[in-house]
Structure formats: structure tokens, C-alpha cells
């Protein structure tokens, strides 16, 4: 699909910094989030200002924090009428904060900042977050906002793949810029003792035990169900599996997990701990991290959070994982839904001896490092920013030099 490249490119008026409005349907927990609040960050460190409008969110402060600016609209909604409302809501918000460029991030709040960005002569540009399924006509439609961009980022040559094939994302104008972990965060030395002893105490781990984790939303696609025929048929009963991630949501599926524990025969084996706001704690205390996806990931955070703390990691043989995996060096990959070769990989990771798991999460950080450190996804994003506003400067040493503020 082409992009509508009648819009005209911004000439941002001189003397003032340009301006970015990133469009989301809300600042909760998630990577479109954390992401979202990542290139804030580096839009004002550039010296550049960031705008981001959403539904709102526990993240809204750390878009402050971070010198951003946060405007709360109705962007979740899916109604037409809500789209045509967001419209003129955007519109107004671009010529009112003299918006440069407007980013969008998901594809209901698409639809409203295209038009929005369409009226008032803005470049729109988006983000590919995932591959965005759906055979019918009407679903492909209301995915292929995403595809309309003058720039189209997908955060996983997986995902690059998929918009070009499915929904005709030229070469020239699609980028693609994994997503980041932030190094500083997820670093095995940055994580006090105590950090660890809290969240033990809280999730009321036993000694001794080896923890295999599994952290995401309690979803079905999320491959519980197979990591608990996986434990299952592991030999020995020496582990626990601990659930991180919010299962408040599904509690249909949350009892139907509980039930199928007892038919496993792993009672006292398997916790549901929710949420958790500190994850790199929370990894450092895994001796094995499962990522157990059904349906292939976009991308993988967990894949990449995991390894950037160096834990032993299986994953999925599908999606972003493929790119972030490197098997037998810094972790396994199973196929999906394959319970018995999962069994195979957690118990390997389990039997690992401190010499090969210490060589090992060194090659995993160092992976992170030279591929998908939050700092080049930053810098990335903002050269594609700079290559749509300034393209005779996108090149330039000036051009370079305004990016070095998002490199810390």
C-alpha cells in the first residue's frame, strides 16, 4: 500500500526545537508503552520537545518525568463516532503545541491522528508493533492504517516481512529498528541483595529451589498450559514454576490453570504472583526464563529483558525470538507448542553447571549490547524522525550532532 505522499513535509520555523506527537490508546503497562516513554526520553535529551496523547495510565509520569508532555483523549476507542471526535481533538492539539511530525503507535488512535495529521499538513508516520492478523477484507482494512506512513518502523525484521508481504510497505519507506532493553536497568550488578530478598519474601519462595519463571499477561497464547505439561514431565519435582504477570484479566482462564495444576500433580510447585514492578529483580531470582508463545511475538521483550540479566532462556522458535536467540550460546529455541522438547530445554537449562551458565549469560549481555540496547533503537527513530523533517540535512554533522543528546 502506498503512503499518501501528497502530505507535505513539515518546514519547521526557526528558532524553536521540533516537536514529535506520539499516538497510543493508553500509558499502561506494556513494550508499545515502554517504548512510547523510551523515545520521549531521547526526543528531549536531542534538545527536540514530545508530545505524546493517549487515554492516560500509571506511565503518564514517567513521560513527565522524562520532560514530555502528556495530553489525555479517548484514544482507545475502536467507534467510529470516537475516531471522528479524535480527529478534531488531534487536529486541535498539533496546531495548538505547533506539532512537527506525528507518530502513530497502534491502529484504532491510527486512523484518527492520519486524518488529524492529513488536516493540518503534518507528516504522518507509524509503527508496526506486530503483524497484525486478520483474513477478512474489513479487518485487513483497519490494519493497513499502519501501512500509510511516509516512514513505517517495524520493530522486528519478522514484522518488516509481514507488512511488506501483506500489506505492500515499499522498501524506501519502511525501517527497521528492533526494540531496545534498557542496559542500565536490566544489569545483573545494578540489583541491591535486598531487592531480591523483598520480592522472595513476597512471593513466598522456597529455599533452595530452582525457579522456573514464566513472565506475561495470564493469557492463553502465552504458552502456560504447555510450560505446565512441560514441569510435569520433567523427572524430578526439585523446582518451582512462578507466573509473573497479571492474571486478574482472564480469571476464567486463571482457574482453569489452577484446576489443571492439581490434575498435574504439581501442587506446591506453581505460583501466580500478578504483577511486578520490578523485573530485573524478579529475573535475577529465575534460573530458567520460559517465553512459551503460542502465536509468535512481534519482537519478545522478555526474551531480551532475560538475557540482558543474563538468565538462561527457552523460547519459541517463531517471530521476533528468532532474531534475539542465539541457540546453544545464549539460550534455546523450541517449537511451539512442542511440550516435550520444552521439558528437554528447561531441564538442560536447569542442569547447566555455574561455569556454562556464567558463559553464557556473558554472551547473552553482549548480544543485548551490540544489538538491541535501548540507545540505538533511540537513535535509530530519531534519525528516521530527522530524515522526514530535515532530509537534506539528514546526513549532515549537524544533523548528527543534534542526535547525540539521546545517546546519553
Same mark, same amino acid.
Given at each position: ?41 531521547? +526526543? ?90 486478520? &483474513? ?46 534498557? +542496559? ?34 495470564? &493469557? ?21 514454576? $512462578? ?17 489443571? $495444576? ?7 510447585? $506453581? ?80 542442569? +547447566? ?27 535509530? &527513530? ?27
Amino acid at each position: 500500500m502506498s503512503a499518501d505522499l501528497s502530505i507535505p513535509l513539515s518546514d519547521v520555523p526557526a528558532g524553536r526545537p521540533p516537536a514529535v506527537l506520539q499516538v497510543l490508546p493508553a500509558l499502561v503497562t506494556g513494550g508499545v508503552e515502554r517504548g512510547t516513554v523510551e523515545i520521549t526520553q531521547a +526526543l528531549v535529551q536531542a534538545g527536540w520537545r514530545a508530545v505524546v496523547a493517549s487515554a492516560g495510565g500509571g506511565m503518564v509520569r514517567e513521560i513527565e518525568r522524562a520532560g514530555g508532555t502528556h495530553v489525555t483523549l479517548p484514544l482507545k476507542t475502536k467507534s467510529p463516532f470516537g475516531i471522528r471526535r479524535n480527529i478534531r481533538h488531534l487536529a486541535a492539539l498539533i496546531e495548538r503545541e505547533n506539532i512537527d511530525l506525528v507518530h502513530a503507535r497502534s491502529r484504532a488512535p491510527a486512523w484518527s491522528a492520519y486524518f488529524a495529521a492529513k488536516r493540518t499538513g503534518r507528516p504522518f508516520m507509524t509503527t508496526f508493533h506486530n503483524v497484525y492478523g486478520g &483474513t477478512g477484507r474489513l479487518k485487513r482494512w483497519y490494519n493497513s492504517i499502519m501501512a500509510r506512513g511516509v516512514r513505517v518502523i517495524a520493530i522486528s525484521q519478522f514484522v518488516g516481512r509481514a507488512a511488506t508481504r501483506t500489506y505492500g510497505v515499499e522498501a524506501d519507506r519502511l525501517r527497521v529498528i528492533p526494540r531496545g532493553v534498557d +542496559l542500565s536497568r536490566f544489569d545483573p550488578e545494578a540489583v541491591h541483595p535486598s531487592r531480591l530478598v523483598q520480592l522472595a519474601t513476597e512471593w513466598q519462595l522456597k529455599d533452595g529451589l530452582p525457579v522456573v519463571m514464566l513472565p506475561g499477561r495470564v &493469557t492463553r497464547w502465552k504458552g502456560h498450559v504447555d510450560l505446565l505439561h512441560a514441569a510435569q514431565r520433567l523427572p524430578h519435582r526439585d523446582f518451582q514454576v $512462578v507466573f509473573v504477570g497479571n492474571h486478574e484479566q482472564k480469571p476464567a482462564f486463571r482457574d482453569e490453570l489452577i484446576r489443571l $495444576v492439581k490434575h498435574l500433580g504439581l501442587q506446591g510447585h $506453581v505460583q501466580l504472583v500478578g504483577d511486578c514492578r520490578d523485573m530485573a529483580a524478579a529475573f535475577m531470582l529465575a534460573d530458567v526464563v520460559v517465553s512459551a508463545s503460542t502465536e509468535p511475538e512481534g519482537f519478545g521483550r522478555i526474551a531480551v529483558e532475560a538475557q540482558a540479566m543474563g538468565r538462561p532462556l527457552v523460547a519459541t522458535n517463531h517471530g521476533g525470538s528468532r532474531e534475539t536467540v542465539m541457540p546453544g550460546v545464549t539460550g534455546w529455541l523450541v517449537p511451539p507448542g512442542d511440550r516435550a522438547a520444552l521439558a528437554h530445554a528447561v531441564g538442560e537449562a536447569l542442569a +547447566l553447571t555455574p561455569e556454562a551458565r556464567a558463559e553464557m549469560a556473558a554472551s547473552a549481555r553482549a548480544l543485548m549490547a551490540r544489538h538491541f540496547d535501548t540507545k540505538l533503537m533511540c537513535q535509530a &527513530t530519531l534519525e528516521v524522525y530527522t530524515e522526514i523533517l530535515f532530509p537534506d540535512a539528514a546526513h549532515e554533522p549537524v544533523a548528527e550532532a543534534a542526535l547525540e543528546g539521546a545517546l546519553g
